[in-house]
């Protein structure tokens, strides 16, 4: 589950500390998201599994600090371009591959633009251009 491990154990907001768990409460690296959490791990190895249709998965974790995965699934070989904006409209970073193998991609964002400076607290909008498919995802940056 894209849940497991994907929860934040520590959470700052203007100085004051909203949440604090300890890693003594919690199974892996990070609380897993849900209604309660598991001891019980289970995982599914997608290396040699295709998807069989192109699809973008909702960041996670999202909102996110300091970094987020973007998953996307390449049924085929494909040009892939992934954009995140701000919500201006303006182009914060972007990633662009051409003949991208089919299978499933993690493709970290750390919350800094193509200049390397980090960005503002906000909304932002990742979009997946691959073949003839196309998504958009919202992702929220809290810093």
């Not at 973008?56 to 970094?67: A, K, V």
């Not at 085929?76 to 992934?82: K, Q």
């Not at 991208?100 to 919350?111: F, I, K, L, S």
């Amino acid at each position: 589950s894209p849940c497991v491990d994907a929860g934040t154990a520590l959470f700052i907001l203007d100085g004051d500390t909203i949440l604090n768990i300890p890693d003594v409460d919690f199974n892996g690296n990070a609380p897993d998201m849900g209604a309660f959490e598991s001891e019980y791990v289970t995982s599914l190895d997608q290396s040699g599994m295709k998807p069989t249709e192109f699809v973008l998965l909702q960041s996670y974790p999202n909102p996110f600090n300091p970094t987020t995965t973007i998953r996307f699934g390449l049924p085929e070989m494909s040009d892939v371009t992934l954009v995140i904006y701000d919500v201006k409209g303006r182009v914060a970073w972007s990633f662009s591959e051409i003949a991208h193998p089919a299978g499933w991609v993690n493709q970290e964002w750390n919350g800094f633009n193509s200049n390397g400076d980090q960005v503002s607290t906000g909304v932002y909008f990742c979009r997946l251009e691959a073949g003839n498919f196309s998504q958009t995802i919202k992702m929220v940056y809290l810093r």
